[in-house]
């Protein structure tokens, strides 16, 4: 959460620290604020809200500055808990991403030696403690601010008369770009991509000062640290709308060549463990669900399924001969990364099944797969989504010595692609109630969980998802005509069970949209509309089932007006827990 552009050089800073801001809006989008250095001052524009309200003030000038797009976390989205900050003489400024967990502590000791706090931020008191512990050298002031720090960041540091930049990580992501006569920081790649793509991740515990000619790594201890330049392969085209109206759409649509890429991906994993743990959060986790209904069907191995944020913080039990499988778009939720690390520690092998190359998580796990979904900027995840199953079934196959016959898949998602106009359709018909039920059995329940998160995230619509046969033991009271169900019933192994929920939910005047199999004539008399998709294989549906979902829950946020690209409170990377 939160987004930092830092930028030193020849060019005018203002307007690639703005265009670099608005590549890591998903990062959040509560404030935004740039800082520049003219004249040995530092100027500060910022705002609350999105990124063009500080685009379109007058322009700072100078070649030297920092900037952020705010995720909130202490403090409420506003002008003065807007970054950067700066301190008392107006001499230091700071923009940060992460937590600082003993900021009261820092921030009283701070007040009792007469500093004046101008926000409500934890981030803040980075700046004051900048301020009280330069002696001459910004990256020694640095480095001493951090021994008090507690909790999870990634921040840029300047002074209003130093030709530098001061970047430290611990925690949060930050990465260094080079150029020629210039040098950047930025929260992740895509903000920088259009001027390099030579760049150095940051790891946890290093520090980095970066001037207009040089950059140079430290670890916390002020060691100096061997330069790991990496080359980006992706292209700034990947990371626009191309004449989409949001990038959701674009990216709904970009799945079957995200299939057609993923399939590719080789899988090399040894097989001698015992058990598989899967752990990822929100839409990852969904993926990782049907991940174990999927390896237990196909390579009859036992998989537990947990949810990153509760996993660390429970016992766990695990040993070396347990294997941890994380997934995770960004490779950067604190959360994932938190199990990567204790599972670690527990002596278990790691696997990390990530789309940003190069992540944090990418990084730290013992073995990783890269899903190829290319940049996903939708705060709410799809084509990853997709990618992600993708490398659940060619994993349950591998594990399974099983050869994973997946011709069919490509040609029939986009079948159900050409369908979007009929569930724009059915979307204008039920915008307007305020609660939803996501239903479905077996492999195709984590996609009612992940119907149901899509619809909520993106259209702020209250919707519940269950396993089919669970309505009876509880939620079946919601049902009324108030409250319409969305049943997941293509023609499988447990279609009669899923049928006879739905036939339970019609005789309480509950309204039935089923996804259901082409030719299902039957499907019709207990639903009120039917979304068909081809008939394939069983194990299938899920990545057919994955597209109605996603396009109602759009069209249907597109209705009430919200913007499906930024949805309210959220963020798409989650680097704080
Ligand atoms: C929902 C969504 C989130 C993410 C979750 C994990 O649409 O995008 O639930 O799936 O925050 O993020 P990653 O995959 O980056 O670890």
């Not at 007058?58 to 807007?82: F, M, V």
């Not at 061997?226 to 990947?238: A, G, H, I, S």
């Not at 949001?246 to 040894?270: A, G, Y």
Request: hydrophobic residues 40%; contains cysteine.
């Amino acid at each position: 959460m939160c987004g930092i552009v830092g930028y030193i050089g020849e060019k005018e800073a203002n307007d690639i620290l703005i265009s670099g801001l608005e590549k890591l809006e998903y990062r959040g989008y509560d404030s935004a604020g740039v800082a520049v250095i003219s004249n040995s001052a530092i100027n500060i524009n910022k705002k609350k809200g999105r990124v063009e309200i500080v685009k379109s003030a007058a322009k700072l000038s100078g070649t030297i500055g920092i900037s952020h797009t705010r995720w909130s976390t202490h403090g409420a989205p506003s002008d003065r808990n807007a970054h950067p900050f700066t301190d008392q003489s107006g001499q230091f400024a700071v923009v940060h991403n992460g937590i600082i967990e003993n900021y009261l502590e820092l921030k009283e000791e701070l007040r009792n030696e007469g500093v004046q706090f101008s926000s409500d931020t934890d981030s803040e008191v980075i700046v004051h403690l900048v301020a009280k512990n330069y002696q001459g050298n910004l990256q020694e002031a640095v480095l001493k601010t951090i021994k008090r720090l507690q909790g999870a960041y990634a921040f840029c540091v300047i002074k209003a008369d130093s030709p530098e930049i001061i970047g430290a990580r611990n925690g949060s992501p930050l990465v260094i770009g080079l150029g020629k006569k210039e040098n950047f920081f930025a929260s992740d790649v895509s903000a920088i991509i259009e001027h390099t793509r030579e760049v150095i991740y940051l790891n946890d515990f290093q520090i980095a000062r970066i001037t207009k000619e040089l950059v140079e790594v430290r670890n916390f201890h002020g060691e100096e640290q061997p330069l790991d330049v990496r080359e980006v392969n992706w292209t700034l085209e990947k990371a626009q709308k191309q004449g989409y109206k949001h990038f959701m759409l674009k990216e709904i649509f970009e799945q079957p060549d995200v299939i057609r890429e993923t399939l590719k991906v080789p899988i090399h994993l040894s097989k001698n463990f015992s058990r598989i743990i899967v752990v990822a959060c929100g839409t990852a986790s969904y993926a990782s669900l049907v991940g174990k209904y999927l390896i237990e069907e196909i390579a009859k191995i036992p998989v537990i399924y947990e949810i990153a944020s509760e996993f660390r913080y429970k016992e766990n039990l695990l040993n070396q001969h347990d294997l941890v499988v994380v997934i995770s778009q960004s490779g950067e939720t604190a959360d994932t990364l938190a199990a990567v690390r204790l599972a670690k520690e527990k002596g278990a092998k790691t696997v990390g099944i990530v789309n940003v190359v190069d992540s944090t998580i990418a990084r730290e796990v013992d073995e990783r797969i890269y899903t190829r979904a290319g940049p996903e900027i939708g705060v709410a995840s799809t084509k990853a989504f997709i990618s992600q199953l993708i490398i659940m079934y060619k994993l349950a196959f591998h594990l399974a010595g099983k050869e994973f016959n997946s011709g069919e898949i490509e040609p029939k998602i986009k079948e159900v692609l050409s369908k979007h106009e009929e569930i724009k359709r059915l979307a204008q018909k039920y915008y307007l109630y305020q609660n939803f039920l996501y239903i479905g059995r077996n492999r195709n329940f984590p996609l009612a969980l992940e119907g149901a998160l899509k619809l909520k995230e993106i259209s702020y619509i209250h919707a519940e998802a269950y396993p089919a046969g669970e309505l009876k033991h509880g939620p079946l009271a919601l049902v009324s005509e108030e409250m319409p169900t969305l049943a997941i019933c293509p023609k499988d192994s447990v279609y009669a069970k899923t049928f006879s929920n739905i036939e339970e939910i019609k005789a309480r005047e509950g309204k039935v949209i089923t996804i259901a199999t082409e030719g299902d004539q039957d499907i019709r008399k207990v639903s009120n509309d039917v979304i068909y998709i081809p008939k394939v294989e069983e194990i299938f549906y899920p990545l057919l089932c994955t597209i109605p979902l996603q396009l109602f829950a759009y069209y249907i946020a597109e209705l009430k007006g919200h913007d499906p690209d930024h949805p309210r409170s959220l963020a798409k990377s989650v680097t704080v827990e």
